[in-house]
């Protein structure tokens, strides 16, 4: 399973046609909130993080995420665009498994989701 947090239905939608090819479920969320709550109840492979989302404290969801259960907690993957570079280094500094750019992300997310089965 692959959670996404993003406000983004272009992007949603391209992971969930790659989820569909791979029989793999894809869920997404528009806030921390229901994030967590839908990691916590389905235990997803992987977490993507829209760090351009409204609002969004990055420092304070890598806290929550750390805060998991080991047996709980997903590769998570933050991206924004790539002028974002202040965005990015926090993301880097939250502890995200991995940060990279909207066009790594686009590139990389066919590979991203089916390998989250």
Do not use: C, W
């Not at 829209?50 to 933050?78: R, S």
């Not at 974002?84 to 790594?104: H, I, P």
């Amino acid at each position: 399973m692959v959670v996404i947090l993003t406000s983004e239905l272009m992007l949603a939608s391209t992971a969930s046609s790659h989820g569909k090819q791979h029989q793999v479920k894809v869920a997404q969320v528009g806030s921390v909130e229901k994030a967590l709550k839908v990691i916590k109840e389905n235990r997803p492979h992987v977490f993507l993080v829209d760090l351009q989302v409204p609002k969004l404290n990055v420092a304070e969801l890598g806290e929550q995420i750390a805060a998991l259960a080991d047996a709980v907690a997903p590769l998570t993957i933050a991206y924004a665009q790539h002028v974002e570079v202040e965005l990015l280094e926090s993301a880097k500094q939250a502890g995200f498994d991995q940060v990279l750019t909207r066009g790594q992300l686009n590139s990389q997310l066919g590979r991203i989701v089916a390998d989250a089965k």
